[in-house]
């Protein structure tokens, strides 16, 4: 029942499709002519320096310590059993 139902529903999401399909010959844009001029006029526009990064500073971080105190966190001899 599912497999039917998998099937119908491919195939009446391909419906729309089938009859849009490219042919060799046809021109196929993918970004509209517009969005190609706005790019063109915001290179002219903005400084090369702009788009580069410049590196920050950032302060550097405190060392960690090792605490000096000495923790047992199990005792082998409490655990055998004799």
Same mark, same amino acid.
Do not use: C, H, W
């Given at each position: 029942?599912?497999? !039917? $139902? @998998?099937?119908?529903?491919?195939?009446?999401?391909?419906?729309?499709? #089938?009859?849009? !399909?490219?042919? @060799?010959?046809? #021109?196929? $844009?993918?970004?509209?002519?517009?969005?190609?001029?706005?790019? &063109? @006029?915001?290179?002219?526009?903005?400084?090369?320096?702009?788009?580069?990064?410049?590196?920050?500073?950032?302060?550097?971080?405190?060392?960690?310590?090792?605490? &000096?105190? !000495?923790?047992?966190? #199990?005792?082998? @001899?409490?655990?055998? #059993?004799?």
């Amino acid at each position: 029942m599912r497999v !039917v $139902y @998998a099937l119908t529903v491919a195939v009446l999401a391909a419906v729309p499709f #089938a009859g849009t !399909v490219a042919l @060799a010959d046809e #021109a196929l $844009y993918l970004t509209p002519p517009l969005y190609r001029d706005q790019a &063109r @006029a915001l290179q002219q526009t903005r400084n090369l320096s702009d788009l580069t990064t410049t590196p920050q500073p950032v302060a550097a971080s405190k060392p960690m310590i090792a605490s &000096r105190t !000495v923790r047992i966190v #199990a005792d082998a @001899a409490a655990n055998r #059993a004799d």
